[in-house]
């Protein structure tokens, strides 16, 4: 799942070589004839999609993510491990009580 703004040919040929999907429509002038099929991929797609972004923004939000300011990228990494770590939890604990 990707940003509409990376899908140029570039990429596009790279993730196919590689035998990745990326959804979304062709590139060019768009066909008279749509497929049905193809557009209700791409919907389901991109509901996964905005379920990810809404979890990413209630983590910059709710849990800092978008306040570290680590010197080292090793730091970094493990306190943005700890974020997720803890939002995990917190989403169990919901769940669970």
């Known amino acids: 799942m990707a940003d509409k703004i990376y899908r140029n040919r570039d990429n596009l040929a790279y993730c196919k070589s590689l035998g990745i999907r990326?959804?979304?429509p062709k590139l060019g002038r768009p066909s008279k004839?749509?497929?049905?099929?193809l557009e209700c991929v791409a919907r389901?797609?991109?509901?996964?999609?905005?379920?990810?972004?809404g979890k990413f923004g209630e983590g910059k939000r709710k849990y800092g993510l978008g306040l570290i300011q680590a010197c080292l990228q090793e730091?970094?990494?493990t306190v943005v491990a700890l974020q997720f770590y803890r939002l995990n939890l917190e989403r169990k604990l919901r769940a669970l009580f």
């Open 33 to 37: 004839t749509e497929d049905k099929n």
């Open 44 to 53: 389901q797609d991109v509901s996964e999609r905005n379920a990810i972004e």
């Open 75 to 77: 730091t970094g990494e």
């Open 22 to 24: 990326l959804s979304g």
